[in-house]
């Protein structure tokens, strides 16, 4: 949720943008603070610190409260600090480099699974195992893992298709409808091709399906299904290439729940694909022994 509060700051309404730092700027105390006392240190009132909380999904602020409490503590039980500095100066050693970027990653798929709705997987995996049409849809980077969501759901026999063009998109969208699935990927939720094309889709019946770090984006809004995604950037890498790790495990999971669902399918898909290919792997020559290396002439 902290991970969330980040990335959703710049999108909120003043009032709720304070509470918003201020849990970040201390999330233990305000995971112990009374609703009067968030109230007086973020400079609100009660009621907005309410609302808050609704916004956020929670019932109130005890259940925000405990949410804070329970990240927390996993931070502290796990020895992560508050804020992981993503910071990456040119001379720095790459070991050095790679504590940071094996932080950063870690700490968005953390924050990401903590959120998933898991009740939202299996709606959508349901949703893709009997779908007579799935389309992805998505650009640059949350292109890469539209790929290959395609590429998982094709090995299982899963009638779907992976579009990058616009155009493409928008027609082959226009022909979806009840019973196909629709998906739209974009870290920032405003990508204006993925956002038109997801519209299409909803307008002709079809499910979609929203994967964004951006819960009250304009992507989220023309969804039937939001999963929110936590990114941690770096230094070389904005939050737009942070987030495809968190966006993978997304699409992991419901791949794996479709998998589920299809079993039978799924098990001799994958045994026929693999053994369509295997001929084009090199052999094994563990066990051969190596030609002895020519010298050199000196």
Same mark, same amino acid.
């Given at each position: 949720?902290?991970?969330?509060?980040?990335?959703?700051?710049?999108?909120?309404?003043?009032?709720?943008?304070?509470? +918003?730092?201020?849990i970040?700027?201390?999330?233990?105390?305000?995971?112990?603070?009374?609703?009067?006392?968030?109230?007086?240190r973020? &400079?609100?009132?009660?009621?907005?610190?309410?609302?808050?909380? %609704?916004?956020?999904?929670f019932?109130?602020?005890?259940?925000?409260?405990v949410?804070?409490?329970t990240e927390t503590?996993?931070?502290?039980?796990?020895?992560w600090?508050?804020d992981?500095?993503?910071?990456?100066a040119? &001379?720095?050693?790459?070991?050095?480099?790679?504590?940071?970027?094996?932080? +950063?990653?870690? %700490?968005?798929i953390?924050a990401? !699974?903590?959120?998933?709705d898991?009740?939202?997987v299996?709606?959508?995996?349901?949703?893709?195992? &009997?779908? &007579?049409?799935?389309?992805?849809?998505?650009l640059?980077?949350?292109?890469?893992?539209g790929?290959?969501?395609?590429?998982?759901?094709?090995?299982?026999?899963?009638?779907?298709?992976? %579009?990058?063009?616009?155009?493409?998109?928008?027609?082959?969208? +226009?022909?979806?409808?009840?019973?196909?699935?629709?998906?739209?990927?974009?870290?920032?939720?405003?990508?204006?091709?993925?956002?038109?094309?997801?519209?299409?889709?909803?307008?002709?019946?079809?499910?979609?399906?929203a994967?964004?770090?951006?819960?009250?984006?304009?992507?989220?809004?023309v !969804?039937?299904?939001?999963?929110?995604?936590?990114?941690?950037?770096?230094?070389?890498?904005?939050?737009?290439?942070s987030?495809?790790?968190?966006?993978?495990?997304?699409?992991?999971?419901?791949?794996?729940?479709?998998?589920?669902?299809?079993?039978? %399918?799924?098990?001799?898909?994958?045994?026929?694909t693999?053994? !369509?290919?295997?001929?084009?792997?090199?052999?094994?020559?563990?066990?051969?022994?190596?030609?002895?290396?020519?010298?050199?002439?000196?």
């Amino acid at each position: 949720m902290l991970g969330r509060l980040r990335i959703e700051v710049p999108t909120m309404p003043d009032a709720l943008a304070k509470i +918003a730092e201020t849990i970040l700027g201390d999330p233990e105390t305000a995971a112990h603070a009374s609703i009067v006392d968030l109230a007086e240190r973020s &400079g609100t009132s009660t009621a907005t610190v309410t609302r808050f909380s %609704r916004t956020l999904g929670f019932k109130g602020y005890a259940n925000l409260r405990v949410a804070i409490a329970t990240e927390t503590g996993r931070a502290e039980q796990a020895r992560w600090e508050t804020d992981i500095s993503g910071d990456i100066a040119p &001379g720095d050693p790459l070991n050095e480099v790679l504590g940071v970027v094996t932080a +950063a990653d870690t %700490r968005a798929i953390q924050a990401t !699974a903590a959120g998933l709705d898991v009740a939202a997987v299996e709606r959508v995996a349901e949703a893709i195992a &009997g779908a &007579g049409r799935v389309e992805i849809f998505g650009l640059g980077s949350s292109g890469t893992a539209g790929r290959e969501m395609a590429f998982r759901l094709e090995r299982i026999r899963v009638p779907v298709w992976y %579009r990058s063009d616009s155009h493409t998109a928008l027609t082959n969208a +226009a022909l979806l409808g009840p019973g196909d699935v629709a998906i739209g990927l974009s870290h920032s939720g405003r990508t204006r091709e993925v956002l038109e094309t997801l519209a299409e889709a909803a307008d002709h019946g079809a499910t979609t399906v929203a994967v964004t770090s951006f819960g009250r984006s304009p992507l989220a809004e023309v !969804a039937d299904v939001v999963f929110t995604t936590s990114v941690h950037e770096t230094t070389f890498r904005v939050a737009a290439l942070s987030a495809l790790h968190s966006q993978l495990l997304v699409l992991d999971l419901i791949y794996v729940a479709v998998a589920q669902r299809t079993y039978e %399918r799924t098990a001799e898909a994958l045994e026929l694909t693999v053994r !369509a290919v295997d001929a084009h792997r090199v052999p094994d020559t563990t066990n051969i022994r190596k030609r002895p290396r020519r010298e050199k002439p000196l």
